[in-house]
């Protein structure tokens, strides 16, 4: 069954279902309730945030954003949410049928524009701020808790930045000609990689995209095929295997691999791979 009628179907499921939902939310506590759209928000506000706030997540880490199925507990946990913190995807369109159906007057629906991936430091480090910002209308007695977390936070990716490259720097990784996912692309270039050509995700392969991939992949002389896990992992496998290419998954959102709830460990446990598969 397609995504798209699946999420309907759950859809009205949810309608049907809500006021009992609705009935059995806990009050908890009086922290900040904040939803989030994926891992990468959570990552931040959790950074920012600290004890100040209870953080959920919407879309599986390991699933594209664009296409996932959402569960009875997401509009649970929505309709006692203050805020619901979206990164700004194009796949994000789902957010006022959602809004809607979690009938929560309080809620605060921010979206990012913070563009590009979050996963490269200098864009993770606008993420703050515009973290920062939205915490801190929603929760304006906490703002000096904020502030000095975001500062500590931002300093940290900084030295993150430094490490990781130390690394890519020794590793001589400009030398290295790459295929990869499109969604990987801008990520691989600022590790230092060069990209040569880009795909999307699987169903786009069709047998002329993966010849011209193939060949050009010949003509370069390229020896790492990487995909995006979101989306279509291993998808460029066999244009690896053509090539005589190793052919790696990387991942875009914290907690897509085990042990990677944050963006430290996300971003590390990709440059590893990345390494590892060079070497």
Request: glycine residues 6%; charged residues 15%.
């Amino acid at each position: 069954m397609p995504k798209k009628h699946q999420f309907i179907i759950t859809f009205f499921i949810l309608l049907l279902s809500l006021s009992l939902l609705v009935s059995c939310t806990q009050s908890g506590n009086n922290k900040l309730k904040v939803m989030t759209g994926t891992s990468l928000v959570t990552a931040i506000v959790e950074q920012v945030g600290g004890d100040h706030v209870e953080v959920f997540y919407l879309v599986p880490p390991s699933q594209h954003p664009g296409n996932f199925d959402v569960k009875p507990a997401d509009i649970q946990n929505l309709s006692a949410a203050k805020l619901f913190l979206l990164q700004g995807l194009p796949g994000e369109t789902y957010v006022d049928s959602l809004a809607a159906a979690a009938n929560n007057p309080n809620l605060t629906v921010v979206k990012s524009n913070v563009a590009g991936n979050w996963m490269i430091p200098s864009i993770q480090s606008s993420a703050v701020d515009w973290v920062l910002n939205a915490l801190s209308q929603a929760d304006p007695s906490n703002v000096t808790d904020y502030q000095a977390a975001a500062v500590n936070y931002k300093q940290a990716i900084l030295d993150k930045e430094k490490d990781i490259d130390s690394k890519l720097t020794a590793a001589n990784v400009g030398g290295i000609k790459v295929i990869a996912s499109s969604r990987q692309a801008d990520f691989l270039q600022w590790a230092g990689f060069n990209v040569v050509a880009t795909f999307d995700d699987a169903s786009s392969l069709t047998p002329e995209v993966v010849k011209d991939l193939v060949d050009k992949g010949k003509a370069n002389s390229v020896t790492l095929v990487v995909n995006n896990l979101q989306d279509s992992a291993d998808a460029g496998k066999g244009i690896a295997a053509s090539i005589g290419a190793k052919s790696i998954n990387l991942s875009n959102f914290p907690g897509g691999f085990p042990n990677t709830d944050t963006w430290e460990k996300a971003i590390d446990y990709n440059v590893n791979l990345l390494l590892n598969a060079i070497k």
